[in-house]
């Protein structure tokens, strides 16, 4: 399968600190893709890694690619109470022909004000 | 930017109605797609569509079907609803079907209750 899986699932911390989720996929990857969910809103693209590439940055988010070990990484740093919410991750094999994403259930991220 | 709007963003409907859910994008994109999500379950693709009237079966099709007349609008229609079609449905576009290496723009959602 396709999915990423998140892990934790659920992640509570404190306004300031940061936070970090990870991703696990089972297949060869081209890319990973990390969306954010704020509650009962749609995804938002946050950012794309390359099979290629080791670490991308964008502002406060760090993102790690290891595909030695298939799997990938999140970091928000000094988290604000603004970064609640789920986040996903989405592999991306092309070799497989299918032309959608797959989400898996996401890590659900609290910040405390 | 690119908006991705859903015709309501709360429905109740009674089984066995016919339910449309419609979605529009403005920024011609090739693809649009239909997913819904539950607790625990993720998003799940229901189908998508690369051009007008073209349209395939994501993992989940039974008890759905879809319409693309126009390339801004995708419609998901639930022939006879059933109280296991509660859930929330999302639909997204994004420009170019074959490489997947870009993004996917999500709408706000529809949270469609059968009673």
């Known amino acids: 399968s396709q999915q990423g899986e998140e892990d934790p699932q659920a992640l509570s911390i404190q306004e300031g600190e940061n936070a970090t989720m990870n991703c696990s996929y089972k297949?060869?990857?081209?890319?990973l893709q990390w969306y954010r969910q704020n509650s009962g809103r749609g995804l938002v693209h946050l950012i794309l890694?390359?099979?290629?590439?080791r670490e991308k940055h964008s502002g406060r988010l760090r993102v790690t690619l290891d595909t030695s070990k298939k799997s990938s990484s999140l970091l928000i740093t000094a988290s604000r109470a603004a970064d609640t919410a789920s986040y996903f991750c989405?592999?991306?094999?092309?070799?497989?022909?299918?032309?959608?994403?797959?989400f898996g259930s996401g890590t659900r991220l609290q910040v405390q004000p | 930017d690119v908006k991705v709007t859903q015709s309501s963003r709360y429905l109740v409907k009674r089984t066995g109605e016919k339910v449309f859910l419609e979605c529009v994008q403005d920024m011609d994109h090739e693809n649009m797609f239909w997913y819904r999500q539950d607790p625990g379950l993720g998003l799940r693709l229901i189908y998508f569509s690369y051009d007008v009237k073209m349209k395939e079966k994501g993992d989940i099709p039974e008890g759905y079907s879809v319409s693309r007349e126009k390339k801004e609008r995708f419609s998901l229609i639930l022939e006879s609803a059933s109280t296991n079609q509660t859930s929330m449905y999302l639909c997204?576009?994004?420009?170019?079907?074959?490489?997947?290496?870009?993004?996917?723009?999500f709408g706000p959602g529809t949270r469609l209750l059968v009673l």
């Open positions: 989405a592999p991306v094999n092309m070799d497989t022909g299918r032309r959608a994403l797959t």
């Open positions: 997204a576009s994004s420009l170019f079907p074959e490489t997947l290496q870009e993004t996917q723009y």
């Open positions: 890694i390359r099979s290629n590439e």
């Open positions: 297949t060869s990857i081209n890319n």
